[in-house]
């Protein structure tokens, strides 16, 4: 089967349509060396009779001339080719140079400019990123001040509720004391006038034969003590009002005491609230202050230009010798490698290296 496309594309759907510059550059060439296309274009019709095994010396020195004229015609096309493209590349190298005298020019203008923004947006990054840190270390204080405060105040409130427990204790304390003392008091001393208008009955049983005179006395003396049970009676009674009113009092002065402790315990419930928030706006601020540089120091034109700043990491081989090949060999491309790995085996012929299969091969050299 012959190399050379033998089908006239002109013969086909669309072969009335104008040559293309290709095309006719291609014609235009076999005109001007008619005698290397003429001998390229004999090479490639005998492809068909390259042997596919060589036998016998004959035959590989046959082989052999064929590749030298092929060389040959390929060198030939080759030159022609460099010559063709030379006032190609005189044009190519002259709308280069026009241009790229007035790019870099423009780059250096860039450049230019470039400098004293970029200085004026470190600043403005710095300053800015400066502030969000101020702001944040001032809410990060206030949230602590709030917070020392909450918990001064929760103290104070719960030694306000002790306080206040104990007090409501000893007013309970006390006043069952009071009221134990009252009524012990009261029954001695009803047990003594109920003695007495014991006696005096008996007495008066023992004497109702004596003269009326006498009676009258005792009846006299009976009611004097009847009247002191009474005022006994009314007596524990008023001690005994005195002293629920003072618990009372007591009670209420516990209770107002426990009530205040509660709005001081709910007091230092919001102030701590109130630090949780300020130290959350603080990390927030924070956040804010470690945004990227780009963030910080953005800068629009008026004419729709944005200006930003870009952070990049940047390396430089300082030593060759020394370098952490292992950390980069996920970073190597294959062609990279192949690259390394054809200098080595130039360099160390017959040797093996890990990874990589060294064999040697015989190529046919014609010259």
Do not use: C
């Amino acid at each position: 089967m012959s190399i050379l496309n033998d089908t006239d594309t002109r013969l086909g759907i669309g072969g009335n349509n104008p040559p293309s510059d290709a095309d006719v550059f291609e014609q235009k060439m076999r005109e001007q060396y008619p005698e290397t296309f003429s001998f390229a274009e004999r090479l490639l019709n005998a492809a068909d009779r390259i042997p596919t095994e060589v036998n016998d010396d004959e035959t590989a020195g046959k082989v052999a001339d064929f590749i030298k004229q092929v060389k040959s015609a390929n060198k030939s096309l080759d030159a022609a080719r460099v010559e063709e493209k030379e006032v190609y590349l005189q044009g190519s190298r002259m709308v280069d140079g026009m241009f790229k005298s007035w790019t870099e020019r423009l780059k250096k203008l860039v450049d230019a400019a470039a400098t004293p923004l970029s200085e004026y947006q470190k600043k403005k990054e710095d300053e800015e990123r400066r502030k969000r840190e101020e702001e944040a270390q001032r809410k990060r204080e206030e949230a602590e001040a709030a917070l020392r405060e909450g918990e001064r105040k929760r103290k104070e409130a719960e030694e306000k509720e002790r306080i206040a427990k104990e007090e409501q204790a000893r007013a309970h304390a006390e006043a069952e004391a009071r009221r134990k003392a009252i009524e012990e008091e009261a029954a001695r001393k009803k047990a003594e006038q109920e003695a007495e208008i014991q006696r005096l009955k008996d007495e008066k049983a023992a004497a109702e034969k004596a003269d009326k005179e006498k009676q009258a006395e005792l009846k006299r003396q009976l009611d004097e003590a009847n009247d002191k049970l009474k005022a006994a009676k009314s007596e524990e009674r008023e001690q005994l009002k005195a002293a629920k009113q003072d618990a009372e009092a007591a009670e209420d002065a516990a209770h107002e005491l426990s009530k205040q402790a509660k709005a001081d315990n709910r007091e230092a419930n919001k102030l701590i609230d109130t630090a949780i928030r300020t130290d959350k706006q603080a990390e927030k601020l924070d956040k804010l202050a470690n945004k990227d540089a780009a963030d910080l120091a953005r800068v629009r034109g008026r004419e729709g230009s944005v200006a930003t700043v870009q952070t990049l990491w940047v390396g430089t081989v300082t030593n060759r010798e020394i370098i952490d090949l292992e950390a980069l060999r996920q970073h190597f491309k294959d062609d990279d490698i192949q690259i390394a790995l054809n200098s080595w085996v130039k360099a160390n012929p017959g040797k093996q290296l890990r990874g990589a299969f060294v064999r040697e091969e015989n190529r046919a050299i014609v010259r």
